[in-house]
């Protein structure tokens, strides 16, 4: 369990370390401040909009003034998402240095036991490091590493809240089916 | 009296929303709601599949059934919100499932090992 647990932290470690770093690149330049700011505001009257019923301005008018606002925000994030491409390729490869030493420091040992038979697609994840005749059920501590890497990212981007909005991460097709058949 | 009441209204946090009944919530406001009893609800599920040593891939199953259940059920029932005016619920749930099925995964793991390993 102690290994459990050391993986884990330093999966914290580098969860942070990753942060920093986008922070330093990214996060705190002027420029990306601009253009979050923006995001936000345009979201807030995109939402606003899209809330109104009937009024002035109501029908076209009114569905002009959402596509041009949603063409605004898609600008503004794509611009955005050039400026943090830096901070993402800086990030890989610190992330691919952190789990290189991951398996240095644990090759071989079997840090956690799984309570299920891993699909054959994930062994080369759950069994990376192990010996070949390692139980089914063994877990290397690569998996436990990537794991944590995923949960503390996203929870260290949703309390520190340096990056842009989420917006909508998912593609219209996901969220709305029904609308992209119905051709809106 | 109406007036002081919006304004209350206003100065709420999104963590003080959470436990009221039938505010007001902005999208990003009722995402991250979601996001954080979602990670709460896969922690917990976690802890109990692992202290009681259940094992197999159906426990991955119910928890993705449940992940998707029960934020709906605390949005529409508790919260009083129409999934529909902010997008429908993917566009609530956005991605935090996928976080959540890596905490539950972690938690069922952490505490079926200390256990039962």
Same mark, same amino acid.
């Given at each position: 369990?102690?290994?459990?647990?050391?993986?884990?932290?330093?999966?914290?470690?580098?969860?942070?370390?990753?942060?920093?770093?986008?922070?330093?690149?990214?996060?705190?330049?002027?420029?990306? %401040?601009?253009?979050? %700011? &923006?995001?936000?505001?345009?979201?807030?009257?995109?939402?606003?909009?899209?809330?109104?019923?009937?009024?002035?301005?109501?029908?076209?008018?009114?569905?002009?003034?959402?596509?041009?606002?949603? #063409?605004?925000?898609? #600008?503004?994030?794509?611009?955005?998402?050039?400026? %943090?491409?830096?901070?993402?390729?800086?990030?890989?490869?610190?992330?691919?240095?952190?789990?290189?030493?991951?398996?240095?420091?644990?090759?071989? %040992?079997?840090?956690?036991?799984? @309570?299920?038979? @891993?699909?054959?697609?994930?062994?080369?994840?759950?069994?990376?490091?192990?010996?070949?005749?390692? @139980?089914?059920?063994?877990?290397?501590?690569?998996?436990?590493?990537?794991?944590?890497?995923?949960?503390? &990212?996203?929870?260290?981007?949703?309390?520190?809240?340096?990056?842009?909005? &989420?917006?909508?991460?998912? @593609?219209?097709?996901?969220?709305?089916?029904?609308?992209?058949?119905?051709?809106? | 009296?109406?007036?002081?009441?919006?304004?209350? *209204?206003?100065?709420?946090?999104?963590?003080?929303?959470?436990?009221? !009944?039938?505010?007001?919530?902005?999208?990003?406001?009722? !995402?991250?709601?979601?996001?954080?009893?979602?990670?709460?609800? +896969?922690?917990? /599920?976690? /802890?109990?599949?692992?202290?009681?040593?259940? !094992?197999?891939?159906?426990?991955?199953?119910?928890?993705?059934? +449940?992940?998707?259940?029960?934020? +709906?059920? $605390?949005? *529409?029932?508790?919260?009083?919100?129409?999934?529909?005016? $902010?997008?429908?619920?993917?566009?609530?749930?956005?991605?935090?499932?996928?976080?959540?099925?890596?905490?539950? =995964?972690?938690?069922?793991?952490?505490? $079926?090992? =200390?256990?039962?390993?």
């Amino acid at each position: 369990m102690s290994k459990f647990v050391s993986v884990l932290a330093f999966s914290l470690i580098a969860s942070g370390i990753s942060e920093a770093i986008s922070y330093a690149l990214v996060y705190r330049t002027d420029q990306f %401040q601009h253009l979050k %700011q &923006k995001i936000i505001q345009n979201e807030l009257k995109l939402e606003e909009e899209k809330q109104v019923v009937g009024g002035s301005g109501s029908g076209k008018h009114r569905q002009r003034r959402i596509e041009s606002l949603e #063409a605004m925000l898609s #600008a503004a994030r794509s611009k955005a998402g050039g400026l %943090q491409l830096r901070s993402t390729v800086m990030v890989g490869v610190m992330q691919l240095l952190f789990i290189y030493v991951v398996n240095l420091f644990f090759r071989g %040992q079997i840090v956690a036991t799984l @309570p299920f038979e @891993p699909l054959s697609m994930f062994r080369s994840l759950t069994h990376r490091g192990l010996p070949e005749d390692s @139980p089914s059920n063994a877990c290397s501590a690569t998996f436990v590493f990537v794991l944590g890497g995923l949960v503390f &990212k996203s929870m260290l981007d949703r309390c520190l809240q340096l990056g842009l909005p &989420k917006g909508s991460s998912l @593609p219209k097709w996901v969220t709305n089916p029904e609308d992209v058949i119905a051709g809106k | 009296m109406g007036v002081e009441a919006k304004q209350n *209204t206003q100065k709420l946090t999104v963590w003080q929303k959470a436990f009221l !009944r039938d505010e007001n919530w902005k999208k990003d406001e009722l !995402r991250e709601a979601v996001f954080w009893l979602i990670e709460a609800f +896969s922690a917990a /599920l976690g /802890l109990v599949f692992g202290v009681l040593g259940l !094992r197999g891939l159906p426990c991955l199953m119910a928890f993705f059934a +449940s992940a998707i259940a029960v934020p +709906s059920v $605390y949005c *529409t029932s508790f919260l009083g919100v129409d999934e529909q005016d $902010y997008g429908g619920k993917m566009e609530i749930l956005g991605d935090s499932v996928g976080t959540g099925a890596a905490t539950f =995964v972690l938690a069922w793991v952490g505490f $079926y090992t =200390v256990l039962h390993g």
